[in-house]
C-alpha cells in the first residue's frame, strides 16, 4: 500500500510561489500516476494537476494552468507542484493522490480514480 505525505504548504502573500512536494513510500513510484488536489472550506474538492507515471504527460486545471507545474523525480519517489503568481482564491488544503497504472501510461483527472491520497498540506494566501 502506497503511504503519501505532503509538505511544503504555508503562509504567503498574494503574488508570492510555493513549492509542494509529496513523498511515496511502499510502492514502486514509477507504476502510479499521480495528481494533486485541493479543497476549500466548504467546497468541494476540485482537481489541480496531474502528471503520468512516466512523467511525459501533464495536464492542469485552467484555475492554475500558467502559473502552476507538477513534476516527478522517479529516485526520490516525488512529485511537486510548484505554484507562482499565488492568489487568494488559492487557499486551500492540498492533496496528492496516486493511481495505479501499469499499461495506459495516461493522466487522471477525477479523484475517484485515484487508489491513495495524503493527508493534505495547508495553503493559505493573503491578499
Known amino acids: 500500500q502506497v503511504q503519501l505525505v505532503e509538505s511544503g504548504g504555508g503562509f504567503v502573500q498574494a503574488g508570492g510561489s510555493l513549492t509542494l512536494s509529496c513523498a511515496a513510500s511502499r510502492g514502486t513510484f514509477s507504476n502510479y500516476a499521480m495528481g494533486w488536489f485541493r479543497q476549500a472550506p466548504g467546497k468541494e474538492r476540485e482537481f489541480v494537476a496531474t502528471?503520468?507515471?512516466?512523467?511525459?504527460?501533464?495536464y492542469y486545471s485552467d484555475s492554475v494552468k500558467g502559473r502552476s507545474t507538477i513534476s516527478r523525480d522517479i529516485a526520490k519517489n516525488t512529485v511537486y507542484l510548484q505554484m507562482n503568481s499565488l492568489k487568494p482564491e488559492d487557499t486551500a488544503m492540498y492533496y496528492c493522490?496516486?493511481?495505479?497504472?501499469?499499461?495506459?501510461?495516461?493522466?487522471?483527472?477525477?479523484?475517484?480514480?485515484?487508489?491513495?491520497w495524503g493527508q493534505g498540506t495547508q495553503v493559505t494566501v493573503s491578499s
Open positions: 502528471i503520468s507515471r512516466s512523467g511525459n504527460r501533464l
Open positions: 493522490a496516486a493511481k495505479r497504472d501499469l499499461y495506459s501510461g495516461d493522466y487522471y483527472t477525477v479523484g475517484a480514480n485515484y487508489d491513495y
